[in-house]
């Protein structure tokens, strides 16, 4: 059974940092499309970033220059949030598609994702 299990969420003062990671297990490679989404309260769900089977990455045009997203062999996924702002706050989301071996066609829909974690609190003070 495949499980997205996030972890690193917290609280920061406007300006710090957070390092959010997603483990992925149940799948046998780590040749697939990978995402962040965020959900602030009252919003709906948007993307932040994704990473394809080879590393290339996409942005959300509010994260460029502050987020950083990646992986690693070990089917685990990363988002390096730097800078942060108080419009950051929002439950943050990985997210899987298995059958893609890049995000090209992806985009940073949340409908084109099936498989997902649980989410993790990311809250940014002013």
Request: glycine letters at 0%; one cysteine or more.
């Given at each position: 059974q495949v499980q997205l299990v996030e972890s690193g969420g917290g609280s920061v003062q406007s300006g710090g940092s957070?390092?959010?990671?997603?483990?992925v297990s149940g799948h046998p490679?780590?040749?697939?499309?990978m995402g962040w989404f965020r959900q602030a309260p009252g919003k709906e769900r948007e993307g932040v970033a994704s990473v394809g089977g080879l590393g290339t990455t996409n942005y959300a045009d509010s994260v460029k220059g502050?987020?950083?997203?990646?992986?690693?062999?070990?089917?685990?996924?990363y988002l390096q949030m730097n800078?942060?702002?108080?419009?950051?706050?929002?439950?943050y989301y990985c997210a899987a598609?298995?059958?893609a071996t890049n995000c090209f066609s992806m985009?940073?829909?949340?409908?084109?994702?099936?498989f997902w974690g649980q989410g993790t609190q990311v809250t940014v003070s002013s």
């Open positions: 957070l390092r959010l990671s997603c483990a490679t780590n040749f697939y499309c502050r987020f950083t997203a990646s992986r690693d062999d070990a089917n685990s996924l800078s942060l702002k108080f419009e950051d706050t929002a439950v598609v298995f059958t985009s940073l829909e949340v409908a084109n994702y099936p």
